[in-house]
């Protein structure tokens, strides 16, 4: 079974790797995206979100850690004092969403990890999908920087959970638990590594120890996935690269 060390070869030298990943939190990060719009916009925010002001002259590295680990809705509920409602907040995040903000966002160790696959040759495709559409500036994000690996690498956009079916991975870089229990229900799903990104939903944190832990409902989930030794789980980290400088404040 895999060690959950997505930098070798995950059932051994002799397996083909096809690896699919989500754009959104592993290429790069949602949250952080929407929330350096905001800082970017802050007038046309301040009076909806009053807790925008605690990042003014803040670090893209503060941003970054205040960010990954959160999902949209909830950061922005908690930049509203907690008075908006949920409808509110993700008609706001589509408005978000459509400013650019891409040159500020921090490169995240797992697109470190993809590019580092790439050049593996175990590692025969790489899938890129997200489920909204890409802009202009992404897209040309992803060509300028895996135009070397156009072999190798294919953009996608649509459902994930369709995606999987037709790309047939060994490997998915996913947010989702809920989609990973989706995709194993068939049965003749098997030898799948996934790599589940840790999110506050899926976390407990303990104050006192600076310590995550995975929720025990989750850990459970996971851990009688693994035993069944189908399929295996792992749960990553998405922060920034070491020695990514993009530090100077924003906003």
Do not use: H
């Given at each position: ?34 929330l350096l719009s905001m800082i970017s916009t ?77 050049l593996e040759k175990f590692v025969k495709t ?126």
């Amino acid at each position: 079974m895999p060690t959950g060390d997505f930098l070798t070869p995950i059932f051994g030298n002799n397996r083909d790797e096809i690896i699919l990943v989500e754009y959104d939190g592993f290429i790069k990060n949602k949250t952080e995206a929407i929330l350096l719009s905001m800082i970017s916009t802050k007038q046309i925010w301040i009076d909806k979100y009053p807790g925008i002001n605690k990042y003014e002259n803040i670090s893209s590295d503060q941003i970054y850690q205040d960010s990954f680990l959160k999902l949209p809705e909830s950061l922005l509920y908690n930049l509203s004092n907690k008075s908006l409602s949920i409808k509110t907040i993700k008609d706001d995040i589509d408005k978000l969403q459509k400013i650019d903000i891409l040159q500020c966002q921090r490169f995240t160790i797992i697109e470190f990890a993809i590019k580092t696959l790439l050049l593996e040759k175990f590692v025969k495709t790489v899938y890129i999908i997200k489920e909204e559409d890409y802009t202009s500036k992404e897209l040309l994000y992803l060509k300028n920087n895996y135009e070397i690996f156009e072999d190798k690498i294919k953009i996608l956009c649509g459902n994930t959970l369709e995606a999987f079916s037709m790309c047939k991975p060994t490997t998915y870089f996913t947010n989702s638990l809920y989609k990973i229990e989706n995709i194993i229900k068939d049965e003749s799903i098997t030898d799948k590594l996934f790599i589940l990104r840790n999110t506050e939903d899926i976390l407990n944190y303990n104050e006192s120890t600076n310590i995550f832990t995975l929720k025990p409902e989750i850990l459970s989930k996971i851990e009688n996935i693994n035993k069944e030794k189908k399929n295996y789980i792992g749960t990553v980290f998405t922060v920034p690269k070491p020695n990514d400088k993009n530090n100077e404040p924003v906003g």
